[in-house]
């Protein structure tokens, strides 16, 4: 049971990307998946979540109105569309799998299988 994080490299400031998140091994379809990003030396920090159905989303603060998260079941895919990406978003993104319920915002022990993670870097 395993995830699959891809779509990361370098970016402009102001540019975009967009992350997918595959499942291997298992159906996503009753999970709440959510992403995670970590910078050199600081903790994993919480960015977005999707529900199970895919009809709720949240996101920390500083994403939001810039990112944002959705997914396919039918595919076991879960994408983080990344627009006006900043440098301060540069960071290795993972994505994991959660059960509700889970903290407001979500922290990092709530989540069972992770991915191996994909680097993002902003920089003119």
């Known amino acids: 049971l395993q995830f699959v994080e891809s779509g990361g490299g370098l970016v402009q400031p102001g540019g975009s990307l967009r992350l997918s998140c595959a499942a291997s091994?298992?159906?996503?379809?009753?999970?709440?998946i959510g992403w995670f990003r970590q910078a050199p030396g600081e903790e994993r920090e919480f960015v977005a979540l999707v529900n199970w159905t895919g009809g709720r989303a949240y996101y920390a603060d500083s994403v939001k109105g810039r990112f944002t998260i959705s997914r396919d079941n039918a595919k076991s895919t879960v994408y983080l569309q990344m627009n006006n990406l900043a440098p301060e978003d540069t960071a290795v993104y993972y994505c994991a799998s959660t059960e509700p319920p889970y903290s407001d915002p979500p922290v990092p022990k709530e989540f069972d299988y992770w991915g191996q993670g994909t680097q993002v870097t902003v920089s003119s």
């Open positions: 091994g298992f159906n996503i379809e009753y999970y709440a």
